[in-house]
């Protein structure tokens, strides 16, 4: 497994071997003693499936209360996901780093405590997988806007074209939203 630091400090991009033959592939995606010397937690206590269609846009969410470090993967198709730091005191604050995962290249990303995550699904269906550090907190859970122009992500798609829940058409923008210290 190779670990790369992104321009985010403290979000990795995890690739894997993945060995390929005339049968398809195979590849490890948790092996606890390779991630906790990269710097992972050992402890997880879920573990949390989506399945999306094209030009679905999920996010940006975070939990305030009981704060989620997430580990995200693609099982089949891909998605650009997308990490923000949303720690006021970061200096790196508002910024964020976007990554393809695809089932093809068997990237993951992890994201640490105090980061928002959103994704946009790239390919008809995409199977979302993702390890949390704590459990979902409906009081806590924070939504700011995926087209914040304050944050400025980059996303591949036409905003006519984004499918969004109810939850996030009524994200706040980040400068209205409860942020971490």
Same mark, same amino acid.
Request: hydrophobic letters at 40%; charged letters at 25%; aromatic letters at 6%.
């Given at each position: 497994m190779t670990v790369t630091e992104t321009s985010l400090p403290g979000v990795l991009v995890l690739t894997p071997k993945i060995y390929r033959d005339n049968r398809g592939a195979f590849w490890e995606s948790w092996n606890q003693k390779l991630m906790v010397a990269a710097g992972l937690p050992a402890e997880w206590v879920q573990d949390n499936c989506s399945v999306s269609q094209k030009n679905v846009i999920r996010g940006i969410h975070y939990?305030?209360?009981?704060?989620?470090?997430?580990? +995200?993967?693609?099982?089949? #198709?891909? +998605?650009?996901?997308?990490?923000?730091?949303?720690?006021? !005191? !970061?200096?790196t604050f508002g910024k964020y780093v976007a990554v393809e995962l695809s089932e093809e290249n068997g990237k993951m990303l992890w994201i640490p405590e105090g980061f928002g995550h959103a994704f946009l699904a790239l390919t008809d269906t995409v199977g979302f997988a993702y390890k949390v550090t704590d459990y979902? !907190?409906?009081? #806590? /859970?924070?939504?700011?806007?995926?087209?914040?122009? /304050?944050?400025?992500? #980059?996303?591949? @798609?036409?905003? *006519?074209?984004? @499918?969004? !829940?109810?939850?996030?058409?009524? *994200?706040?923008?980040?400068?209205? *939203? /409860?942020?971490?210290?």
């Open positions: 939990q305030i209360l009981q704060p989620q470090g997430k580990l +995200v993967r693609v099982m089949y #198709g891909a +998605v650009l996901d997308v990490a923000v730091d949303l720690r006021k !005191s !970061s200096p979902y !907190s409906q009081q #806590g /859970e924070r939504t700011i806007a995926w087209d914040d122009p /304050e944050i400025g992500i #980059g996303w591949p @798609i036409n905003p *006519a074209q984004a @499918i969004l !829940s109810d939850k996030d058409r009524g *994200a706040v923008r980040l400068r209205d *939203a /409860e942020i971490f210290a």
